[in-house]
């Protein structure tokens, strides 16, 4: 809690005595993110046509992401492709302290909304080993900021059991064993619901934290995310 408090406290002072820079190109910039910044990201964008249920960029008539694939998830949308710089904007805001890039993320989710019919808000936890590492957690932060702007209640329904091995740098089956286990449901709650997590790469987060959802009586999992992995 000190260590929050003493961050807290030192991104004020440096916003009183740094001039703002662009959080991508620190080049001076009155907004977080430079308008040539901007632009860039806007070209990573997800647009339609999409797949309906993963939410991917669509290029011929089947989804090369989940045809054929069993998804405990009814649908997924993500606003950008994670890569270049959607990935450093990630990176910065999980790694470098800049949270305040959260608001502007939830903005860019929330017209991917408009589809979804959940009546809660549910993010994906993260371990308290992480959240002490990190100081604070991300999808916590994002759902809190999507509340604000649509009403919507958060709910945390689930909790992790343990504390997984990065993601990062393991190979798709070997996410899926490392995620196997690792949520369980706290509360039942019976209607829709949107999980809400940062990144979507290959999914095995998203889908362990659906199937506990389903099981624990939730009629519908949606998944919302910032970014999808190309
Ligand atoms: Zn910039
Ligand atoms: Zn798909």
């Not at 949308?77 to 470098?96: D, I, N, Q, S, W």
């Not at 305040?100 to 979804?116: D, R, T, V, Y």
């Not at 371990?127 to 990190?134: N, S, Y």
């Amino acid at each position: 809690m000190a260590l929050n408090l003493f961050r807290a406290i030192l991104e004020t002072v440096q916003d009183f005595i740094a001039p703002p820079l662009c959080v991508l190109c620190r080049q001076y910039s009155e907004q977080l993110l430079c308008p040539s910044c901007l632009t860039l990201l806007e070209k990573l964008r997800i647009r339609p046509p999409r797949c309906y249920r993963c939410g991917a960029p669509m290029y011929g008539r089947k989804c090369k992401r989940c045809h054929g694939i069993k998804l405990p998830y009814t649908l997924a949308r993500g606003a950008y492709l994670y890569t270049g710089p959607v990935a450093h904007v990630v990176e910065a805001m999980k790694y470098h302290g800049f949270r305040s890039l959260i608001s502007w993320m939830a903005n860019q989710m929330l017209p991917l909304m408009e589809e979804f019919t959940g009546q809660l808000l549910v993010p994906i936890p993260l371990h308290p080993t992480r959240i002490r590492e990190r100081g604070f957690s991300q999808t916590k932060a994002l759902v809190q900021a999507l509340s604000q702007q649509t009403g919507l209640p958060v709910g945390e329904l689930l909790e992790r059991t343990r504390h997984t091995r990065s993601q990062t740098t393991l190979e798709p089956q070997e996410r899926l064993r490392n995620v196997r286990g690792a949520f369980q449901a706290r509360v039942f709650f019976p209607e829709p619901v949107i999980l809400v997590d940062d990144v979507m790469t290959t999914g095995a987060t998203i889908k362990e934290a659906a199937k506990i959802l389903l099981k624990s009586g939730v009629p519908r999992v949606e998944v919302l995310v910032f970014a999808i992995t190309p």
